[in-house]
């Protein structure tokens, strides 16, 4: 149930805090007073969008905390859901929003993204409002309410229903998939089996591109390479009649330092170091020479070279990037035609599967099909008589199962039928039923399935009736009351009469701006509100009498309940 609230800059709330407890809650007051700013900071918190434009006038931001009694089978929920344990009895939610569309969001310190929190907002607050009406009058939302009403039986089958279902749908896709005509299946085998081919020819190897490429450089240059050698050995090693080669005019300056070594050690070393150098030259200048003589330079390589990098090149053009995407191709195309030369067998075997699947498909969807017409029927028996709790004793209400296509809920059609006057004949929810007629019939399916929900907030309940009807409308509240918190706003004090507790939300001008204030109201306080409610604003003693007599009745009715 919902323990504490506070909003922080939600349209005209500056700031408001509530102490909730247990049982029927009411929220009365002027309209625009901001009865709605509760109910949409409830929604925040039960991860509803949140536009800008619900910040308070001149504020960059707005918060919202909310204090929520958890029980065992909600903390599990939790766990399972986002993988948080909740350690205390207490789940605090705090969400702020700023004006730049920022959201920031907590649950027990943990941080929460917007879906985070609708997935477990529904755990905490079921809101009726405008928008459920709108969603009942919608016939695929129907199913729901049957289904639910079901409990775990339906679920279980509708769990076994969807897995073959969903089974079914990828066989028959992989059965598409294989088919084609047979021209289609002649030109991709033609075109699948030229491609390969092409490929295999070619005899890719991984790393062959780079080594031509280096091959085709040097052959590309041998004339030049032999030609630099050669001057390289001459240099070196051989000299000419006019330059004495490296080697000899090292050995030249060797002798003459070999002249002096004696006088210095140090001359020793360097004539050793320079001993040294001159075989590293003489080796040097040898594998120069063997490099340029061993050279077997051929034209015609150079040609051979360049076509097989043509090829390559060309295969790379069309198949992949790289040698490796190429190869990578090739094993796919493979796979690809084996594929279609298989496909005929393979359609054989999904479709023995797939009858397979059919076969068990209608059996679950036969199942669950017979599992919502029980629960219909139960449903049905139970709103009728919550109806005609609510004064709409003439009304007939049936709920209608027909067959349709396969869907993933299953092969089932479930509509809502009512009929409000007597001697008129059955039709849809949507076409019959008046803004107070469906309030009752929502206030209905509530009643009925309120066992697993923890805090109920309705707004607009009491649209369109009025009297002894809204006297049954508060007793249904206060009814529910018993197994759920109910928090409900209302302008009728039939309702407000029978209130665990009331709170009064006013709204008052201070330094020139509006703002509102929420007020818990004493015994005294509530006969005024609801003398208010009965009387307008002038507040007389006969109105005040009338009061008390209402909450006097209410509380001698609330006994018996």
């Given at each position: 149930?919902?323990k504490?609230?506070?909003i922080?800059?939600i349209?005209v709330?500056?700031?408001?805090?509530?102490?909730?407890?247990?049982?029927f809650?009411?929220?009365?007051?002027?309209?625009?007073?901001g009865?709605?700013?509760?109910?949409?900071s409830l929604?925040?918190l039960?991860?509803?969008?949140?536009?800008?434009e619900?910040i308070?006038?001149?504020?960059?931001?707005?918060?919202?905390e909310?204090v929520f009694?958890a029980?065992?089978?909600?903390k599990?929920?939790?766990k399972?859901?986002l993988?948080?344990?909740?350690?205390?009895d207490?789940?605090?939610?705090t969400?702020s929003?700023?004006?730049?569309?920022k959201?920031?969001?907590?649950?027990?310190g943990?941080?929460l993204?917007?879906?985070m929190l609708k997935?477990?907002?529904h755990?905490?607050?079921?809101?009726h409002?405008q928008?459920?009406?709108?969603?009942?009058?919608?016939k695929?939302t129907?199913?729901t309410?049957?289904d639910?009403?079901g409990?775990e039986?339906?679920?279980?089958?509708?769990?076994?229903y969807?897995?073959?279902h969903?089974?079914?749908?990828?066989i028959?896709?992989?059965?598409?998939?294989?088919k084609?005509d047979?021209?289609e299946?002649?030109?991709?085998?033609?075109?699948?089996?030229?491609q390969?081919?092409?490929?295999?020819?070619?005899?890719?190897?991984?790393?062959?591109?780079e080594?031509?490429?280096e091959k085709r450089?040097?052959?590309?240059?041998a004339q030049?390479?032999s030609?630099?050698?050669?001057?390289?050995?001459?240099?070196l090693?051989e000299?000419?009649e006019?330059?004495?080669s490296?080697?000899?005019?090292l050995?030249?300056?060797?002798?003459?330092?070999?002249?002096?070594?004696?006088?210095?050690?140090?001359?020793s070393?360097?004539?050793?170091?320079?001993?040294?150098a001159?075989?590293?030259i003489?080796?040097?200048a040898?594998?120069v020479?063997?490099?340029?003589?061993?050279?077997?330079?051929d034209?015609?390589?150079?040609?051979?070279?360049?076509?097989?990098?043509?090829v390559?090149?060309n295969?790379?053009r069309?198949?992949?990037?790289?040698?490796n995407?190429v190869?990578?191709?090739?094993?796919?195309?493979?796979d690809?035609?084996?594929?279609?030369?298989?496909?005929?067998?393979?359609?054989?075997?999904?479709?023995?599967?797939?009858?397979?699947?059919e076969?068990?498909?209608?059996?679950?969807?036969?199942n669950?099909t017979?599992?919502r017409?029980?629960s219909a029927?139960?449903?049905?028996?139970?709103?009728?008589?919550?109806?005609?709790?609510?004064?709409?004793k003439?009304?007939?209400?049936?709920?209608?199962?027909t067959?349709?296509?396969y869907?993933?809920?299953?092969k089932?059609?479930i509509?809502f039928?009512?009929?409000?006057?007597k001697?008129?004949?059955?039709?849809?929810?949507?076409?019959?039923?008046?803004?107070?007629?469906?309030?009752r019939?929502?206030l209905?399916i509530?009643?009925?399935?309120?066992?697993?929900l923890?805090t109920?907030?309705?707004?607009e309940?009491?649209t369109?009736?009025s009297g002894k009807?809204?006297?049954?409308?508060?007793?249904?509240?206060y009814t529910?009351?018993k197994?759920s918190?109910?928090?409900?706003?209302?302008h009728?004090?039939?309702?407000?009469?029978f209130?665990?507790?009331?709170?009064?939300?006013k709204?008052?001008?201070?330094?020139?701006?509006?703002k509102?204030?929420?007020?818990?109201l004493?015994?005294k306080?509530?006969?005024?509100?609801?003398?208010r409610?009965l009387g307008?604003?002038i507040i007389?003693?006969?109105?005040?009498?009338?009061a008390?007599?209402?909450?006097?009745?209410?509380?001698?009715?609330?006994?018996?309940l």
């Amino acid at each position: 149930m919902l323990k504490f609230l506070s909003i922080e800059n939600i349209a005209v709330i500056e700031k408001c805090t509530c102490q909730f407890d247990r049982g029927f809650i009411v929220l009365t007051g002027e309209t625009g007073a901001g009865k709605s700013v509760i109910i949409n900071s409830l929604a925040l918190l039960c991860g509803e969008r949140a536009s800008k434009e619900l910040i308070r006038t001149g504020e960059m931001s707005a918060k919202v905390e909310g204090v929520f009694d958890a029980t065992d089978e909600i903390k599990n929920e939790i766990k399972n859901e986002l993988g948080i344990e909740i350690e205390d009895d207490d789940v605090v939610i705090t969400r702020s929003i700023t004006s730049d569309g920022k959201n920031d969001i907590r649950l027990n310190g943990s941080y929460l993204t917007l879906s985070m929190l609708k997935q477990i907002g529904h755990l905490f607050v079921n809101i009726h409002g405008q928008h459920e009406g709108t969603l009942l009058l919608n016939k695929k939302t129907h199913i729901t309410h049957v289904d639910t009403f079901g409990g775990e039986k339906i679920k279980d089958a509708i769990k076994k229903y969807e897995e073959i279902h969903q089974k079914y749908i990828e066989i028959d896709s992989q059965i598409e998939e294989l088919k084609m005509d047979e021209t289609e299946k002649a030109r991709k085998v033609d075109l699948l089996s030229y491609q390969i081919e092409e490929i295999e020819v070619a005899s890719l190897s991984c790393g062959e591109e780079e080594e031509l490429e280096e091959k085709r450089l040097m052959y590309a240059n041998a004339q030049k390479i032999s030609e630099n050698a050669n001057g390289a050995f001459s240099y070196l090693y051989e000299g000419d009649e006019n330059t004495s080669s490296a080697y000899d005019l090292l050995w030249s300056a060797i002798k003459l330092l070999e002249n002096v070594k004696e006088y210095d050690k140090k001359l020793s070393e360097i004539v050793t170091s320079l001993t040294d150098a001159a075989y590293v030259i003489s080796d040097s200048a040898h594998d120069v020479k063997h490099y340029f003589e061993s050279m077997n330079y051929d034209p015609y390589k150079l040609s051979e070279i360049e076509d097989r990098l043509n090829v390559i090149y060309n295969i790379k053009r069309k198949y992949g990037s790289d040698v490796n995407g190429v190869l990578s191709y090739l094993e796919k195309i493979k796979d690809e035609l084996a594929k279609i030369e298989m496909s005929d067998e393979e359609i054989e075997k999904l479709k023995l599967e797939k009858e397979k699947l059919e076969i068990k498909r209608l059996e679950y969807a036969n199942n669950l099909t017979m599992l919502r017409k029980e629960s219909a029927k139960k449903l049905c028996e139970k709103i009728k008589k919550e109806l005609n709790d609510l004064e709409m004793k003439d009304c007939q209400f049936e709920i209608e199962i027909t067959e349709t296509d396969y869907t993933k809920n299953g092969k089932d059609s479930i509509e809502f039928l009512i009929s409000t006057n007597k001697g008129e004949s059955l039709k849809p929810l949507s076409r019959i039923a008046s803004g107070g007629e469906l309030s009752r019939v929502i206030l209905a399916i509530k009643t009925i399935l309120c066992e697993n929900l923890v805090t109920m907030i309705f707004d607009e309940v009491d649209t369109g009736v009025s009297g002894k009807v809204a006297h049954k409308i508060a007793e249904k509240l206060y009814t529910i009351s018993k197994k759920s918190q109910v928090i409900c706003i209302t302008h009728l004090p039939q309702i407000a009469c029978f209130s665990n507790l009331h709170f009064l939300i006013k709204k008052e001008i201070e330094n020139a701006r509006t703002k509102t204030d929420i007020k818990c109201l004493d015994k005294k306080s509530q006969i005024d509100e609801i003398a208010r409610l009965l009387g307008g604003e002038i507040i007389s003693d006969v109105t005040k009498e009338n009061a008390k007599e209402l909450i006097s009745n209410a509380e001698k009715i609330k006994k018996t309940l």
